[in-house]
């Protein structure tokens, strides 16, 4: 692709998350335009294309992909769309950008990976967290030596419902496993298990148990874990979406043994520190459009300038990890 072209980006998927999360960070960035867009609604679709200024607008993603005025797909669908979409805009030729998880199944992770490969056409997904200055804060810390050799990680997530999971006849998407691959686990435990991985590389062990102890709906609503890293550090998790408002916790925490470091994944609290010097809490700003810093090296990567490595092949060990977690392999 030559160095000096415009990027044109066309979106599968015109929702809420695309239109005040992901459309806003277009607008800081130079070199790239959106300039088609698909939605299952027609009224939805055109009316989200003339918000916006963009071109061509689509209620078939085939019209899409094989739009000669497309480089980039963004999938922004729910999960068990994701593959199909992925390998339709791949087949046509086109780099995709994937919203997590990659898929709902591992294997279908390895087949997008056989095609992109096969293809030499670039899939990326969107585990934008690796890029935001906050998990760069803390990466600096585990990599400084300042907390010592990492000797173990714990993930803990607790939440209360949401006034949806209460109207059993009308769940939303999240929690029906046909569509979102599992329920709140399979939606928010990606984020924290690439992290994970990005920091110490890939989990080549995993266990999990699942409950429902709310009966709000069939899904999993309580998740325990335990993994092993390939350099031997273990790792645990426990994850509830049923919790008391009083029980809420978003907190991962690195052990090491001259210190340790604990942060947020989805609330950014302050990263705080304890060494034998004593404790320390790090604010750290992270951008208002905080996709920005991945969609920048994904542009950079398609003009030539540089490699964005947070692809699908980097993306699949969170599925299998998941997988394994949840008991579909």
Same mark, same amino acid.
């Given at each position: 692709?030559?160095? /000096? !072209? #415009?990027?044109k980006?066309g979106? &599968?998927?015109?929702? /809420?998350?695309?239109?005040?999360?992901?459309?806003?960070?277009?607008?800081?960035?130079?070199?790239?335009?959106?300039?088609?867009?698909?939605?299952?609604?027609?009224?939805?679709?055109?009316?989200?294309?003339?918000?916006?200024?963009?071109?061509?607008?689509? *209620?078939?993603?085939? !019209?899409?992909?094989?739009?000669? +005025?497309?480089?980039?797909?963004?999938?922004?669908?729910? $999960?068990?769309t994701?593959?199909?979409?992925?390998?339709?805009?791949?087949?046509?030729?086109?780099?995709?950008?994937?919203?997590k998880?990659?898929?709902?199944?591992?294997? +279908?992770?390895?087949?997008?990976?056989? #095609?992109?490969?096969?293809?030499?056409?670039?899939c990326?997904?969107?585990?934008?967290r690796?890029?935001?200055?906050?998990?760069?804060?803390?990466?600096? #810390?585990?990599?400084?030596?300042?907390?010592?050799?990492?000797?173990?990680?714990?993930?803990?997530?607790?939440?209360p419902?949401?006034?949806? %999971?209460?109207?059993?006849? !009308?769940?939303?998407?999240?929690?029906?496993?046909?569509?979102?691959?599992?329920?709140?686990?399979?939606?928010?435990?990606?984020?924290?298990? %690439?992290?994970?991985?990005?920091?110490?590389?890939?989990?080549?062990?995993?266990?999990?148990?699942?409950?429902?102890?709310?009966g709000?709906? $069939?899904?999993?609503?309580?998740?325990?874990?335990v993994?092993?890293?390939?350099?031997?550090?273990?790792?645990?998790? *426990?994850?509830?979406?049923?919790?008391?408002?009083?029980?809420? /916790? %978003?907190?991962?925490?690195?052990?090491?043994?001259?210190?340790?470091?604990?942060?947020?994944?989805?609330?950014?609290?302050?990263?705080?520190?304890?060494? /034998?010097?004593? +404790?320390?809490?790090?604010?750290?700003?992270? $951008?208002?459009?905080?996709?920005?810093? @991945?969609?920048?090296? &994904?542009? +950079?990567h @398609?003009?030539?300038?540089?490699?964005?490595?947070?692809?699908?092949?980097?993306?699949? $060990? *969170? !599925?299998?990890? #998941? %997988?394994?977690?949840l008991?579909? &392999?």
């Open positions: 692709m030559d160095a /000096e !072209n #415009i990027i980006w979106f &599968i998927g015109c929702g /809420e998350a695309t239109e005040k999360r992901f459309l806003p960070a277009f607008a800081e960035l130079a070199h790239t335009r959106v300039t088609a867009v698909m939605g299952r609604s027609p009224e939805k679709t055109r009316a989200f294309a003339q918000r916006h200024h963009i071109g061509h607008w689509y *209620t078939d993603a085939q !019209n899409l992909v094989t739009d000669p +005025d497309v480089d980039i797909v963004y999938i922004a669908t729910p $999960p068990s994701h593959v199909t979409f992925t390998l339709m805009a791949l087949n046509a030729g086109k780099a995709v950008l994937v919203e998880p990659l898929a709902t199944h591992y294997d +279908d992770c390895l087949r997008i990976n056989r #095609i992109a490969a096969a293809l030499h056409t670039p990326f997904v969107a585990y934008y690796r890029y935001l200055p906050y998990f760069r804060r803390v990466q600096e #810390i585990v990599r400084s030596g300042v907390i010592g050799r990492p000797l173990s990680a714990q993930i803990r997530f607790a939440a419902p949401r006034d949806l %999971d209460y109207n059993s006849r !009308n769940l939303p998407w999240r929690l029906q496993p046909d569509i979102a691959g599992g329920g709140y686990f399979y939606d928010l435990a990606p984020h924290q298990i %690439d992290f994970l991985q990005f920091l110490f590389g890939p989990i080549v062990e995993a266990h999990g148990i699942t409950a429902n102890r709310g709000l709906y $069939p899904t999993e609503d309580s998740v325990g874990a993994f092993r890293f390939a350099d031997g550090m273990p790792a645990s998790g *426990t994850w509830c979406f049923v919790a008391h408002e009083s029980a809420k /916790e %978003d907190r991962i925490l690195i052990i090491g043994d001259s210190g340790q470091v604990s942060f947020s994944v989805f609330t950014y609290a302050p990263i705080h520190l304890q060494t /034998e010097d004593g +404790d320390e809490t790090l604010l750290v700003d992270n $951008p208002k459009h905080k996709h920005l810093p @991945l969609l920048r090296d &994904i542009v +950079d @398609l003009r030539g300038r540089s490699i964005c490595a947070c692809n699908s092949v980097s993306a699949t $060990p *969170t !599925n299998w990890v #998941i %997988d394994r977690i008991g579909k &392999i």
